[in-house]
């Protein structure tokens, strides 16, 4: 432990960066109700049809997604656009989380060898860590519910305002915010 410049007194943690917190939370909560989610749900419907290989394919998404979440909290990149090659989704996140993670996905002998399920279980609970550390009081909301999405609405609406005052980029995606004509 570090000390003060008075005698033995504990030195404070420096206080979080504002702006990094409030991105983390509201651009982590996005990323994860937007890609996260639609990519469980993805490996979900391969495991049942039996496609292992999609299922897998799928879950290195998955996984290159929550971890990229995760590393908001430090100097993970906002701005996500995962099809560009310049885009780190293991920038921030220490490296025995991208490993456990990198492992976790690549679960293809599990799927083929029938523990498909339990190899899904293992990736909800992933996501489930990735969501409780964004600091919520509650769930996320199921957007690709019928309630859900409205909850998700308010969310974005709630965050944008704030994301402007500190000028960082907006939650919301720029394609559902601009008009095309």
Known sequence: ???????????????????????????????????????????????????????????????????????????????????????????????????????LAAGLEAVTEGRGEAWLDELREHLTVTESQLGYSRPLPDVRSGTGLMKGFKLARTWSPQMRRLGLPDVMPGNWTQRDD
């Not at 994860?32 to 749900?41: D, G, M």
């Open 1 to 103: 432990m570090t000390t003060s410049a008075s005698a033995g007194a504990p030195a404070r943690e420096p206080l979080p960066d504002l702006r990094r917190h409030m991105a983390f939370r509201a651009h982590g909560a996005v990323r994860l109700l937007l890609k996260c989610r639609a990519a469980l749900e993805d490996i979900e419907g391969a495991v049942a049809a039996g496609q292992p290989e999609v299922a897998v394919l799928m879950a290195y998404d998955l996984v290159q997604l929550s971890l990229s979440v995760r590393g908001l909290r430090t100097h993970g990149e906002l701005s996500f656009a995962a099809e560009q090659v310049s885009f780190d989704p293991f920038a921030g996140v220490p490296d025995r989380e991208v490993e456990d993670g990198l492992r």
